[in-house]
């Protein structure tokens, strides 16, 4: 993929024409062509003597690790910059807190203790069943050097995951689907790799030229429109006249533009809500239960709720926004526990900055800087807190709170243990080594229990004397079989079975033609429901 206009890299110098164009080829014929043959990040596995790692974890290395391609990562923006230490207050020092906001400051007998040190308010009372079950976990004191106090510049910088000093117009997760799929332009997938609802203006998702990655509806209801009719614009409802023919086709030809409506429409219609949600951000979250439930398989949602610019009266409007995102996300995990898919999904609060310790004349609180990010799933392994508080007697020059975690640690952390992307590679998302933190984000998808005799999926290749390649499969139980040959990038090559079987054992040929494909390592790829297994194999001419 080759991207013409001119434009700034990570340092913000200006890149001429035939510069851009040169780095672009370079870094297809170099680095793209090492990665496609598994050899960009070392310590390749070797089957028959042949390397079979490709892509880092890519969506093919992620199909082989069973489980991991169902990961889903939903970002909740609070956007306006939320007051963490009225999120999280910290008790172990609660007299400094409370001497500083005598009018903003939450009473005691109004707070939930998690532990010892920290409590939340009990306008957030519905998360507490998912910190009792392990499935929360509180990151202390997130920011960045030198923090930046513009809501759309802060903004902009948690999305970039650049420095506070360096303007970068692409997302760190749209460098993360750029590099899933590095000719996305030339060969999209098939689902969209990331929806964003709202959130006007961000650049989360968006590619080094600034165009977004993602499905965008700047409104929920667009998104439900579209699962529901599988078309954005209707086009039956049209003025009996010469406009309302123009209208339609105007209106069919812009619904055709939009990829992924008949897969959105699929997953929409496959699944339910099997809880009752309330406020904007209920009805975000419940088409994204929805998408999940109905295996889309995009992996990346960003939805958001606004309000949180406490600058006045924020003891009448803050306990009712962080009320709405407790009871929502309780929701949530409710909705997808009920469609087994819980286990699958993990939450993430951003929001631009936090606020100041000290409350203000108007019964609120300023621009600030650390505060906390929360994280909610079963994948989390346990609750608890990472990282240190700031401490409230060791503020900066403005009064701020002192960051103690950058984001883009916790980011790196989700990349590398969440959404399964090799170390090296994480760092070149990021543009920079972030260490990493303890989450309880594992990599390694874990079965439940272990199969029970006779009742794994099971496929081995067996090389034929014609040149053809016999896939040998065994069913334990009958059902929607899909067989398909992959090549080292995750992209079908061919679909030799495509329906219901009978349990037992079965065969599949596939057959190279004298041109196509082209030598090398293969994938025979076989699911049957939620279970799924992989063979390599060898094409050599």
Not at 31 to 47: D, P, S, V
Not at 175 to 201: E, M, S, W
Not at 349 to 374: I, K, Q, Y
Request: with cysteine; net charge negative.
């Amino acid at each position: 993929m080759c991207n013409h206009n001119h434009k700034k890299n990570r340092r913000g110098s200006a890149l001429e024409h035939g510069e851009a164009h040169q780095r672009d080829h370079q870094k297809w014929s170099r680095r793209t062509f090492l990665k496609n043959l598994g050899l960009a990040t070392g310590g390749a596995t070797l089957l028959g003597g042949m390397p079979v790692r490709a892509l880092g974890l890519s969506p093919l290395t992620a199909l082989l690790n069973g489980g991991i391609e169902e990961r889903a990562l939903v970002i909740i923006r609070l956007a306006g910059g939320n007051d963490g230490l009225n999120t999280i207050v910290p008790l172990y020092d609660y007299s400094t807190y409370i001497n500083n906001r005598p009018t903003v400051g939450l009473p005691q007998n109004q707070l939930i203790s998690l532990n010892d040190s920290f409590a939340m308010p009990q306008s957030m009372q519905a998360l507490n069943p998912l910190w009792q079950e392990g499935q929360m976990k509180v990151v202390h004191g997130v920011g960045y050097p030198e923090q930046n106090l513009s809501h759309f510049r802060s903004s902009d910088i948690w999305d970039s995951a650049s420095d506070s000093n360096v303007v970068d117009d692409s997302g760190w997760l749209g460098r993360f689907i750029l590099n899933q799929y590095p000719d996305f332009i030339n060969d999209p997938p098939t689902v969209p790799p990331a929806i964003q609802i709202g959130n006007y203006g961000s650049i989360l998702f968006n590619d080094e030229g600034g165009s977004s990655l993602s499905y965008s509806v700047t409104e929920p209801q667009e998104l439900e429109q579209l699962a529901q009719s599988g078309q954005l614009f209707d086009t039956v409802n049209l003025p009996d006249c010469h406009f309302g023919e123009q209208l339609g086709f105007v209106r069919t030809v812009t619904n055709n533009t939009f990829r992924y409506a008949e897969s959105i429409a699929n997953a929409y219609a496959a699944s339910a809500n099997a809880v009752e949600y309330e406020g904007n951000l209920g009805y975000q979250l419940s088409l994204v239960a929805r998408m999940v439930k109905g295996n889309l398989g995009t992996k990346l949602y960003l939805v958001s709720i606004g309000s949180f610019d406490t600058h006045a009266g924020q003891g009448n409007t803050h306990p009712a926004l962080l009320n709405e995102v407790a009871t929502q996300v309780k929701n949530f995990f409710d909705d997808l526990s009920a469609g087994g898919r819980a286990q699958d999904v993990l939450c993430m609060t951003v929001s631009e900055f936090g606020r100041r310790l000290d409350e203000n004349g108007s019964t609120g609180t300023d621009h600030g800087a650390a505060a906390p990010m929360l994280l909610f799933g079963p994948g989390l392994n346990g609750n608890g807190f990472v990282g240190d508080h700031p401490n409230l007697d060791e503020l900066d020059a403005a009064g701020n709170l002192i960051f103690s975690t950058d984001f883009r640690q916790v980011y790196a952390t989700v990349l590398e243990n969440w959404l399964c992307l090799d170390p090296f590679e994480v760092d070149e998302v990021l543009g920079n080594n972030f260490s990493r933190l303890n989450l309880g984000l594992d990599c390694i998808a874990t079965p439940t229990s272990a199969p029970a005799p006779g009742s794994r999926l099971e496929a081995k290749i067996l090389y034929q004397n014609d040149g053809s390649i016999a896939i040998q499969y065994y069913l334990p139980n009958a059902g929607n079989v899909q067989l398909q040959v992959l090549d080292m990038m995750g992209r079908p090559v061919e679909t030799l079975v495509s329906g219901y079987q009978l349990f037992g054992t079965h065969q599949a040929i596939f057959r190279p033609s004298r041109r196509l494909p082209a030598s090398g390592m293969y994938v025979a790829f076989l699911r049957v429901g939620k279970q799924a297994v992989s063979e390599r194999f060898a094409i050599v001419r």
